[in-house]
């Protein structure tokens, strides 16, 4: 009995209401509905800021993250960092697939833009202003036949190189 009473209130609630939006809908929102999802759709085009963990879906947290290639990626927690250690580039895939635009970092060089190792500080070259290091002699014979070539690259992957005036 209670029960019937409750569900005849609770329907003749949504009755009363039912008109009213209805109404509302076909006069008025549609129009701004319809502009509502084109920004959606804009908004996905143009790529949206990451607000989602990549591993668990929850929000994240601006304190923990990881950098990739010069991209930044958050997560909700460090156990999803973790997991996101082991595939990066997996991850970060399916994240620009869904139009998630990634923050860009800048870092300073690290490595070897030739052989990918570690640079020592002793051994550079300049071009075109910048300061490129490398880990061994041969790389940087090999860097002096097409620097732009590695600059490129580089500054692809967020390397901020250091600036040298010219001196001639
Ligand atoms: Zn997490
Ligand atoms: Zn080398």
Known sequence: ????????????AVLALAPAAFGQQGDHSNHSEKQGSHAKMNAKAMGQAQT?????????DKKIYAD???ERVYFCCEDCKAAFKNDPAEVISK????????????????????????????????HDGKKVY?????????????PAKYIEKME?????????????
Not at 1 to 12: A, E, H, N, P, S
Not at 156 to 168: D, N, R
């Open 156 to 168: 692809a992957q967020g390397v901020k190189l250091e600036k040298v005036k010219k001196s001639e």
């Open 95 to 126: 994240l620009k697939a869904d139009g998630v635009k990634l923050e860009k970092v800048s870092m300073m060089q690290t490595k070897c833009p030739v052989m990918g190792g570690k640079i020592d500080k002793k051994l550079s070259a300049v």
């Open 52 to 60: 989602a963990c990549p591993i668990s879906g929850k929000p994240i």
């Open 134 to 146: 490398f880990c061994c002699p041969a790389c940087k014979a090999k860097f002096e036949k097409d």
């Open 1 to 12: 009995m209670f029960t019937r009473i409750l569900t005849t209130t609770m329907i003749t």
């Open 68 to 70: 990739y290639n010069g």
